[in-house]
């Protein structure tokens, strides 16, 4: 019997696909890292990227990019498939969900702050949601909305405001190259 041999080739696009959900990687890792005060609240450090990707390469690969990270994240966190896991991946779903309506919205209004913000409140929205339905249902969560609801507009501002330093183009540039 022959040992049967597989070869797969990588594109370019296959390769700043890796390149780039390896970067989300070490931001949730680096995150991980930090201690929180308050579980759930986390700054949120890898939608720099996905927030990057969305504005240099398209929605498109900021989900491939998105949910790599989130997969590949839990494997080295060792909390793939437990809640945590349904957590990060309903939060990051909700939040490509999110980026994929708001890109459509005029770049004047909504730049990468706010689109950060958009999808940081979609993110934590979905996890609570998440967690009234599945993890702990029959306990109220009301009275921390206002905690996680300032948290997120904390996060979203300051990863928005890291994204639009970054941006060597204003998003209206990037809208008009990724539509010419």
């Known amino acids: 019997m022959t040992a049967s041999i597989i070869e797969l080739k990588a594109s370019l696009e296959d390769r700043r696909i890796a390149a780039l959900a390896a970067a989300g990687i070490g931001l949730t890792l680096a995150e991980a890292a ?22 240099r390469y398209g929605w498109r690969l900021a989900a491939w990019v998105s949910l790599l990270r989130i997969v590949a994240g839990a494997l080295f966190l060792g ?15 909700a939040s490509l969900a ?6 459509r919205l005029p770049p004047a209004w909504f ?19 998440l967690v009234d339905v599945w993890l702990m249902p029959g306990v109220s969560l009301i009275g921390l909305l206002p905690l996680f609801l300032g948290a997120a507009w904390l996060t979203g501002l300051i990863n928005g405001l890291i994204v ?3 941006m060597p183009m204003s998003p209206i540039e990037y809208r008009r190259e990724s539509t010419a």
Not at 34 to 50: C, D, E, F, M, S
Not at 79 to 93: E, N
Request: aromatic share 6%; hydrophobic share 60%; net charge positive.
């Open 79 to 93: 909390t793939f498939l437990t809640p945590t896991f349904a957590l990060s991946l309903a939060g990051g779903l």
């Open 98 to 103: 999110v980026l994929a309506l708001a890109a």
């Open 164 to 166: 639009a330093r970054m």
């Open 111 to 129: 730049g990468p702050v706010g689109l950060s913000l958009l999808a940081a409140f979609g993110h934590i929205g979905t996890q609570l949601l």
């Open 34 to 55: 930090i201690p929180l005060p308050i579980p759930g609240i986390k700054p949120g450090l890898a939608n720099i990227v996905t927030l990057l990707v969305l504005y």
